[in-house]
């Protein structure tokens, strides 16, 4: 049986219509062709990865040329053979060391890799080969694999995680200066430092992005307030009932309340500002109505954010955000939001 399909674009035209009360009606004139040059979609292309991944792409790429310069190794991407990339990526896999001599540790060794494989099929190399799986590359990826096991072997691909923040220590911050919310930027770290040890965003990027409204104020059945999280930022959570599990509740009676330091915080800031995390203003008076500015704070700033409180509150140990992201996990574990949910599929 011979089965034809005639597949026709079609722009509206402007001709009559008829609507479901029976009634002609006129239609603009839309096309469904956005005018898009060579231009704009190079940079889509360009924009579809992640800003970190295109930072490991270049970190990996500079390797690379700098082995190939201390080799006295030259190399044209765009005309060179795959078995010549072959050879030259088989002692580049066993000989490549870091600024210092040593192994690299696995995360590193195979960003190595996948960094150099990206660059040889992004724009303008675009040779749509595959270094990890090519034929062709079969010797240089046996000689990775060696390398692999000689790392492990060396016990260089033990992960070193960042310290959660000690209980001592989150007193000391809790009810340091650094995050007093009577003021301007003891109020912005505090509010940052609750939502994040409340929710454990990850990320720089997924703090720029957060939003005003990417908060929503509740309460449950006993009155009592707590905010949840709109946007779910969190990568490692998809299932839509584990976004819910997260929640940061009022503490009545407290003058460190996280829901009412974020109700203040709000009321401080602009009506129409874009982004949650705001500059505060150069100059204030602790009664004026508005304590920030529009303009969000930048990512590399927003990255730096638990160092600089455990500076401004004078800490022995400087912590990392990523200290605190591992501090809120473990936190979660025994929130009673989690111990509510838990009860209610188990009961």
Known sequence: ?????????????????????????????????????????????????????????????????????????????????????????????????????????ISSYVGLRAGLNRFMNDPPINRAWNLMQDAEFRSANNVFKGVVKQIRRSGRDITTHYPPISPEDQHLLKHS???????????????????????????????????????????????????????????????????????????????????????KYLSKIPADAKALYLQPKRTYVITDEMWYTSFPLGVNYLSQMLPKICKEAGMRTTYTNHSLRLTAIQRLTESREIVAVCLQRYV
Not at 34 to 52: F, I, K, M, Q
Not at 197 to 221: V, Y
Not at 223 to 233: I, P, R, V
Request: a negative charge; charged letters at 30%.
């Open 177 to 263: 200066p650094a995050l007093d919310p009577g003021n301007p930027k003891g109020l912005l770290n505090k509010v940052w430092y609750d939502i994040q040890l409340h929710f454990g965003l990850r990320g720089k990027e997924g703090n720029r992005h957060l939003q005003p409204d990417s908060l929503a104020l509740n309460r449950d059945q006993n009155g009592f307030k707590y905010f949840t999280m709109t946007l779910n930022e969190d990568k490692n959570l998809q299932e839509k009932d584990k976004k819910n599990r997260r929640a940061m509740y009022e503490e009545p009676g407290n003058p460190l309340c996280p829901v009412a330091s974020l109700e």
């Open 1 to 105: 049986m011979n089965i034809m399909f005639d597949l026709k674009c079609e722009s509206s035209s402007g001709e009559e219509e008829e609507t479901e009360a029976g009634e002609p009606t006129l239609t603009a004139q839309i096309s469904r062709c956005a005018n898009v040059t060579s231009a704009d979609l190079d940079e889509l292309e360009h924009n579809r990865n992640e800003s970190s991944t295109v930072k490991q792409t270049v970190w990996a790429v500079n390797c690379f040329k700098a082995w190939l310069r201390e080799k006295q190794l030259t190399i044209d991407f765009k005309t060179v053979e795959k078995s010549e990339l072959n050879t030259v990526l088989r002692e580049y896999y066993g000989s490549i060391r870091t600024s210092k001599g040593e192994l690299y540790g």
